[in-house]
């Protein structure tokens, strides 16, 4: 069994999503990709990079079975532009 957890992140805090997202200790995360990126799908490109310039994507997939955890981390911006904008 996998989980996959994401989560943007700025100076160790973490966004509460939302279309004016705070950042916390206690952000939202989100439980795949997939719901990631409609939510990065709400903003535009303009907006997107006033309100989350400077942040970064993590996601990070946890294997039950075999107890290993992978950690992928991007630039928020740059995963916007190649994961969400062509869809």
Do not use: A
């Amino acid at each position: 069994m996998k989980k996959v957890i994401c989560f943007i992140e700025k100076d160790s805090k973490f966004s509460t999503g939302g279309m004016s997202p705070d950042f916390t200790n206690n952000g939202k995360s989100w439980s795949n990709i997939g719901h990631l990126k409609n939510h990065l799908k709400l903003f535009s490109k303009k907006y997107l990079y006033q309100i989350y310039k400077g942040t970064r994507v993590w996601i990070v997939e946890i294997n039950f079975k075999t107890q290993q955890t992978t950690t992928q981390v991007y630039n928020t911006l740059k995963f916007y532009n190649e994961y969400v904008k062509k869809e």
